[in-house]
């Protein structure tokens, strides 16, 4: 039995464009569907659902999953409150093999248009962020992840977007860029203009400009002026509880009619 990889190495030439991701997806011998990516000394195979690696940590699907029951079963301290529960060096480890995995299968969900895979996979590495964010029991490791989330948020937001595009719907993707918008903005002001190293550039001014011109794009492609969102909103600013009533209601009309 032949264990090299010199046929789908040799049938699948490592020539990406500039920022460009090969990836596949295809059967495996037992039937399965599996996701590869072509990097530059061979090919990463993933799982396409659960882990990507297809391990389940401690038996649980996921490492977050294995996480939040370790963060939810802690030892209660005799005669008091609980301590804090926090992540030790092992946890730490094994949460950024997590996020790599993740990573890799999100830009090749992104690269093949699956856009609804990117969203789920997307949410999973916001999950684990968050998780950190109130466990990760050390700064520098918390801001090293907190780092990357406008890029996480960006994705997802563009994944969205596409999708509902793909849908065609309009007033959806625009509605999805607005809030990717708003969760970019909110995380500068909370993290990045709150960063003690004033010489840090944040990424996060460069991803809502592209958002922004986005939007424009879906605005002038699909002759939409302002989305029901966007209606009622103005409805609710100017104290106009009538009309922002019925527009609730055309809004919850739209949502039962997509299901």
Known sequence: MRRDLDD??????????????????LRARDGRSVLQ?????????????GRPD??????????????????????????????PW?????????ADREFTQFFHRRMAWLSLRRYDKAMLDADHTLALMDFIRRHGNDEDYIASHEQSRGLVQFHRTQAQA???????????????????????????RTWWDNRENESSDSP???????????????RKNYAVEKTLREQLDEAVAREDYEQAARLRDMIRAQTRARR
């Open 54 to 83: 297809g391990a389940r940590p401690h038996g649980f699907a996921t490492y977050l999953d294995y996480l939040r029951y370790s963060a939810a079963s802690r030892g209660q301290a005799p005669g008091g409150k609980a301590p």
């Open 37 to 49: 990516i072509r990097v530059e000394l061979g090919v990463l195979q993933l799982e396409i659902s």
């Open 162 to 188: 596409l999708l509902a595009i793909e849908r065609r719907r309009p007033e959806e993707a625009i509605d999805a860029l607005r809030e990717g918008m708003e969760k970019l903005a909110a995380h500068q």
């Open 86 to 94: 926090t992540m030790d060096q092992e946890h730490r480890d094994e």
């Open 8 to 25: 789908v190495i040799q049938g699948w030439p490592y020539d990406p464009e500039p920022g460009e991701v090969l990836a596949r997806e």
């Open 204 to 218: 996060n001014l460069s991803l809502i400009e592209q958002l922004r011109l986005f939007e424009q794009e879906v």
